[in-house]
């Protein structure tokens, strides 16, 4: 059978020669993609491992750059940051056309919806969450310069760089005029931080982008999709993973068609409960975190806008994308009323 994006003969064909103890590569199927990476389950008669590649098509240079994933799991592999384990690194693009990677597969789920937890439990459920915020402080936690990621990005004026360049994605995307977007800008510049503590940063980090084993005792056993990583201010991913959460009776944030329901289980921390947690697993003072969520909404909104630009130009399609495009203003008043209250 076909599968879009891989060229099974010379796939396996590589495999045998450097990846031998994987042993004899059998079949490959598509687990998910589309906008984002790609990524493949391959059986061989040893052991499951997965691929990643770029996404098929035309993609910026430096987007979807599968050695830097390759090199931040690598790097986290023998820290206590779960990962998948690093198998093998290609750049060779007349494998499958694109460089890719070769990780162990994770007996994990995915979880987006609050649904897919099965039975309410709210002791294990609030565990779960509790894990969530543990591991992102424990990303926060490594020492990126033993761990060899010293060149890995530029802590300094992190924040700064961000700003200039989400703000240069709006402009090549957006859709309208928005006077209050400008604003914001304009406020996040007055407001940044004096200075910030560089750590190793996701980029991206919710729920979803974790492998989870489910039961009396949850763990999240992986952290993936690493493409945004950097080195950065920790409070940045904090803000995000915050501006992804959904709180029950929050109709406003349940108009907004990202991320899943999940924050919103019997059990789940609250956004604020998750905070302090992450806190305490870090040892971060976050009295400023007002500013990172609407840095997270500034940049949520940026993101969404895009999605919503490529459904007018016909490039994307799916449930919901005609409406996605009503997002982007709530996104930006959100942002406006984390600036608005006293840091």
Same mark, same amino acid.
């Given at each position: 059978?076909?599968?879009?994006?891989?060229?099974?003969?010379?796939?396996?064909?590589?495999?045998?020669?450097?990846?031998?103890?994987?042993?004899?590569?059998?079949?490959?199927? !598509?687990?998910?993609?589309?906008?984002?990476?790609?990524?493949?389950?391959?059986?061989?008669?040893?052991?499951?491992?997965? !691929?990643?590649?770029?996404?098929?098509?035309?993609?910026?240079?430096?987007?979807? =750059?599968? #050695?830097?994933?390759?090199?931040?799991?690598?790097? !986290?592999?023998?820290?206590?940051?779960?990962?998948?384990?690093?198998? @093998?690194?290609?750049?060779?693009?007349?494998?499958?056309?694109?460089?890719?990677?070769?990780?162990?597969?994770? =007996?994990? @789920?995915? %979880?987006?919806? #609050?649904?897919?937890?099965?039975?309410?439990?709210?002791?294990?459920?609030?565990?779960?969450?509790?894990?969530?915020?543990? %591991?992102?402080?424990?990303?926060?936690?490594?020492?990126?310069?033993?761990?060899?990621? @010293? =060149?890995?990005?530029?802590?300094?004026?992190?924040?700064?760089?961000?700003?200039?360049?989400?703000?240069?994605?709006?402009?090549?995307? *957006?859709?309208?005029?928005?006077?209050?977007? $400008? #604003?914001?800008?304009?406020? +996040?510049?007055?407001?940044?931080?004096?200075?910030?503590?560089?750590?190793?940063?996701?980029?991206?980090?919710?729920? $979803?982008?974790? +492998?989870?084993?489910?039961?009396?005792?949850?763990?999240?056993?992986?952290?993936?999709?690493?493409?945004?990583?950097? +080195?950065?201010?920790?409070?940045? =991913?904090?803000? !995000?993973? +915050?501006?992804?959460?959904?709180?029950?009776?929050?109709?406003?944030?349940?108009?907004?068609?990202?991320?899943?329901?999940?924050?919103?289980?019997?059990?789940?921390?609250?956004?604020?409960?998750?905070?302090?947690?992450?806190? *305490?697993?870090?040892?971060?003072?976050?009295? $400023?975190?007002?500013?990172?969520? @609407?840095?997270?909404?500034? *940049?949520?909104?940026?993101?969404?806008?895009?999605?919503?630009?490529?459904? #007018?130009?016909? *490039?994307?399609?799916?449930?919901?994308? $005609?409406?996605?495009?009503?997002?982007?203003?709530?996104?930006?008043?959100?942002?406006?009323?984390?600036?608005?209250?006293?840091?």
């Amino acid at each position: 059978m076909t599968v879009p994006g891989i060229d099974r003969p010379r796939l396996f064909a590589w495999m045998g020669r450097h990846v031998p103890d994987a042993g004899e590569p059998l079949s490959v199927s !598509l687990i998910s993609g589309g906008r984002s990476n790609l990524t493949y389950l391959i059986e061989t008669r040893e052991r499951r491992v997965v !691929l990643r590649r770029p996404p098929l098509g035309h993609v910026l240079p430096t987007a979807h =750059d599968m #050695r830097r994933e390759w090199r931040v799991i690598s790097a !986290l592999a023998p820290t206590p940051v779960p990962v998948p384990e690093p198998v @093998a690194f290609c750049a060779d693009e007349e494998v499958v056309g694109a460089p890719f990677y070769l990780m162990g597969y994770v =007996d994990g @789920a995915a %979880v987006r919806g #609050r649904d897919e937890l099965g039975e309410p439990e709210p002791a294990r459920t609030r565990r779960l969450a509790e894990r969530l915020a543990e %591991v992102l402080a424990a990303i926060h936690a490594v020492d990126y310069r033993e761990a060899g990621l @010293a =060149d890995f990005g530029r802590p300094d004026g992190y924040l700064a760089r961000q700003i200039e360049r989400w703000g240069q994605q709006w402009e090549r995307s *957006k859709t309208a005029d928005r006077p209050e977007y $400008d #604003r914001l800008v304009a406020r +996040l510049r007055e407001r940044l931080p004096a200075r910030s503590t560089g750590t190793l940063v996701h980029g991206d980090y919710r729920l $979803d982008n974790t +492998l989870v084993r489910l039961g009396p005792e949850p763990e999240i056993l992986g952290v993936v999709d690493w493409e945004m990583s950097t +080195l950065g201010d920790p409070l940045a =991913d904090l803000g !995000l993973t +915050l501006t992804y959460w959904h709180e029950a009776g929050d109709e406003e944030r349940a108009s907004i068609p990202v991320a899943g329901d999940v924050t919103t289980a019997p059990g789940f921390l609250n956004a604020a409960e998750f905070a302090e947690h992450y806190a *305490k697993a870090s040892g971060r003072d976050i009295s $400023d975190l007002g500013f990172y969520v @609407a840095f997270g909404n500034f *940049k949520l909104a940026v993101i969404v806008e895009g999605i919503h630009a490529r459904f #007018r130009q016909g *490039k994307t399609v799916g449930e919901g994308f $005609d409406r996605i495009g009503s997002a982007v203003p709530t996104l930006i008043a959100r942002a406006h009323r984390m600036l608005d209250q006293p840091s």
